[in-house]
């Protein structure tokens, strides 16, 4: 049946099963439902690519009806605006600015996602800042059990060509961590190095718990001495240091590291909540081997010494104890062994 239906600007023809008439005048007839409510769910059924058009372009409530509608429609209504979709990812993407972007793939996000890894290839092609971050909120919405592989894959063939770096976003981070993608931690890895995002060191503990407290010690060693004496880092992120500290007092590094002395330097930091997290690594470690962790500290600069036997000094514990009486022996700094002796232990 050829009907004309008014959409409140102008009258357009619509091609309507007969089905379709009946129920919605039996709908509008009983009152359960208003007219212009009505109307507006039936023009979010009919026009998905004028609907998206007008949600992508102006925002606001146009992309909020849209949002809800998907979130409450059907498989088969689900699809057809996810090919619509797919074809704007295809080709409106060079005109496309930030916002437009982010709107079309937060709409992507509400469909079956059947075009994922086609959407996740479009994005990468993107002209904008944030196309990586994009095309990773794509993927990591999509069902683990295809796009885990497809994520593997995509990160060994960028590092093959050379243009991994594009994929040091968070949002890769927060993937393959919900994902449990343990075989790209070598990329994880490499990605907190180069970005320092605290994301990358909570996919990193989750992906390879003990491997990640070795690679997390050789993070924290990259702060100089100097800067852990100021009251704000700069060397590298105060929040992936802290996460860091906090892993290695739950499986701690291997005694053989070559920064285990580094805790030290921690532990005599400015930052409070720095200080106090490598204590508790400190005092992990040297029940196991009093001896090497009273070594290691005797190797650090005098100041560490002297800032460790301070923080000893206001909370003495059995364990920090032996620590300074083994320290004691092996240095032959006399400030240092008077300091010690001065605990009167």
């Not at 793939?105 to 479009?122: A, D, W």
């Not at 000094?313 to 920090?320: I, L, Q, Y």
Request: proline share 3%; charged share 20%.
């Amino acid at each position: 049946m050829i009907v004309t239906i008014h959409d409140g600007n102008q009258f357009m023809h619509a091609t309507i099963p007969l089905l379709s008439i009946l129920l919605y005048v039996s709908i509008y007839a009983s009152g359960c439902v208003s007219s212009s409510s009505s109307s507006a769910i039936f023009r979010l059924k009919d026009a998905p690519a004028e609907n998206l058009v007008k949600a992508i372009d102006q925002g606001g409530d146009a992309f909020l009806s849209t949002s809800s509608f998907l979130l409450k429609a059907s498989q088969i209504d689900k699809y057809k605006y996810e090919r619509v979709l797919v074809s704007f990812f295809q080709t409106n993407i060079p005109s496309w600015n930030t916002s437009q972007l982010l709107r079309a793939v937060k709409l992507y996000q509400h469909t079956p996602k059947r075009f994922g890894f086609l959407v996740f290839s479009n994005l990468q092609k993107a002209p904008h800042k944030q196309a990586y971050s994009f095309a990773w909120m794509v993927l990591g919405g999509m069902d683990q059990s295809i796009a885990a592989e497809f994520a593997d894959s995509a990160l060994s063939q960028a590092l093959l060509e050379g243009h991994i770096e594009k994929h040091f976003v968070i949002e890769m981070a927060q993937a393959v961590k919900k994902w449990r993608l343990s075989s790209v931690y070598s990329v994880v890895h490499m990605a907190l190095l180069k970005t320092g995002e605290s994301e990358f060191v909570e996919a990193m503990t989750t992906l390879s718990p003990q491997k990640a407290s070795d690679d997390l010690l050789s993070y924290l060693a990259l702060a100089p001495d100097s800067d852990l004496r100021q009251l704000f880092l700069d060397s590298i992120d105060a929040t992936s240091a802290l996460l860091s500290l906090e892993h290695l007092a739950q499986y701690p590094p291997n005694f053989g590291h070559a920064h285990l002395r580094k805790l030290f330097s921690y532990a005599g930091s400015r930052q409070l909540a720095l200080q106090d997290a490598a204590l508790q690594v400190i005092d992990k470690l040297t029940p196991t081997q009093p001896m090497i962790v009273a070594y290691e500290l005797s190797r650090t600069e005098k100041w560490v010494q002297l800032a460790f036997i301070e923080r000893v000094r206001r909370d003495v514990t059995p364990n920090r104890k032996l620590l300074l009486q083994n320290l004691a022996t092996l240095t032959a700094d006399e400030n240092i062994r008077d300091e010690i002796a001065l605990l009167d232990f």
